[in-house]
């Protein structure tokens, strides 16, 4: 079975510090998403990093592949308020010839003004 | 911009009752999911399905029975629901993607209650 562990689950902090969550694995992936998701609402995808070592910007925020393609990080530069939210990393992989995302278990993020 | 549509929001349900969820989507998608969300435990595949007439077992799909007659709709059944089915269910498509990466389009989520 192949596991995404995320961390950390929880984390508060206050308006314009800087935080990273991490995304780790044993198991090497074709490429990796993140997802956002809102309160009653549906994963909204962040972004697609597919090559390892790969570096992806989105205003404030950075994701990075590792070079092995097992894990990869999340990074938020001055967080504001509109950050909040439950990030998701997954992986995507082979199963039974189709393409299956395997889910980490998610960050909920609280960024306090 | 409905996107994909799931019907209903919520449903409260007594242990061995069934229902059936429905998913809809009108971007044409080649690839649908369902998804089940628990807290702590992230999403896990339920069932999914690579085009119209088709359907696959995921990751826990004990439990649960699938449907897609139509290529826009992607039925989840619960025959005798259970208390340990008591979740959020997301369904999600994707078009056919020729490499891997491709993005997921959810819906809002169902939440369902087995007492």
């Known amino acids: 079975t192949q596991l995404l562990e995320q961390s950390p689950q929880f984390l508060s902090i206050q308006e314009g510090e800087n935080l990273t969550v991490y995304c780790n694995s044993s198991s090497v992936f074709s490429s990796l998403q993140w997802y956002r998701q809102e309160p009653g609402e549906g994963p909204v995808l962040l972004v697609t990093?597919?090559?390892?070592?790969e570096v992806k910007k989105l205003k404030r925020l950075t994701f990075q592949f590792g070079d092995a393609r097992k894990d990869s990080s999340l990074h938020i530069t001055a967080a504001q308020p509109g950050d909040t939210g439950l990030y998701l990393c997954a992986g995507a992989t082979l199963f039974q010839g189709a393409q299956k995302l395997v889910f980490g278990q998610g960050t909920r993020l609280t960024i306090n003004p | 911009n409905a996107g994909v549509t799931q019907t209903p929001k919520f449903r409260v349900l007594k242990t061995g009752q069934s229902m059936t969820l429905l998913c809809a989507q009108d971007m044409n998608h080649e690839y649908m999911y369902w998804y089940r969300q628990d807290p702590g435990m992230g999403l896990r595949l339920i069932h999914y399905?690579?085009?119209?007439?088709?359907?696959a077992k995921g990751e826990v799909p004990d439990g649960y029975n699938v449907s897609r007659l139509k290529k826009q709709n992607f039925l989840l059944g619960l025959e005798s629901a259970a208390p340990s089915q008591t979740s959020v269910y997301f369904c999600?498509?994707?078009?056919?993607?020729?490499?891997?990466?491709?993005?997921?389009?959810f819906g809002e989520g169902s939440r369902l209650t087995v007492l």
């Open positions: 399905s690579v085009g119209e007439g088709t359907t």
């Open positions: 990093v597919v090559t390892g070592g």
């Open positions: 999600a498509s994707r078009p056919l993607a020729r490499t891997y990466g491709g993005e997921l389009f």
